[in-house]
């Protein structure tokens, strides 16, 4: 996967972390990964996540991944909007995910939050992802 999609490729390494059952997994540090993990944070997705600084001096988003029995507490995550194929919705339009037991992420002017979040704040915005 190339890197026009930095959150794409952060939400393949969590799906490949949690297949392989890791507690942690690392990713590039950058302002909209660590808004979308702290939504996943709120939601009660991961455990958390905290910047460090690899060898070389780069910045990474070290991401405590969740598991419930053993098993990943995100059993879905997926890209809505892509780099070829913007997907925008207003305040009204924001898609619930399984009626509402999942999450969409959601890039508003008034920052990165869930649908829930949006909808309550009459925004819309990019649908970046969706976790369920």
């Known amino acids: 996967m190339s890197m026009n999609d930095p959150l794409g490729d952060m939400l393949t390494r969590?799906?490949?972390a949690q297949m392989r059952g890791k507690s942690t997994v690392r990713t590039p540090a950058s302002k909209l990964r660590a808004w979308v993990l702290d939504v996943l944070k709120a939601e009660?997705?991961?455990r958390g996540y905290e910047e460090v600084t690899t060898e070389a001096g780069h910045a990474e988003l070290e991401i405590g991944l969740k598991y419930h029995d053993g098993t990943p507490v995100i059993r879905e995550l997926s890209r809505v909007s892509k780099p070829g194929?913007?997907?925008y919705a207003g305040a009204r339009e924001i898609?619930?995910?399984r009626q509402g037991l999942g999450v969409s992420i959601v890039s508003t002017p008034k920052g990165v939050m869930s649908d829930a979040a949006a909808r309550n704040a009459n925004v819309g915005g990019e649908v970046l992802c969706t976790v369920f």
Do not use: A, C, D
């Open 14 to 16: 969590i799906r490949n």
């Open 44 to 46: 009660g997705y991961i």
């Open 85 to 87: 194929r913007r997907v």
């Open 95 to 97: 898609p619930q995910v």
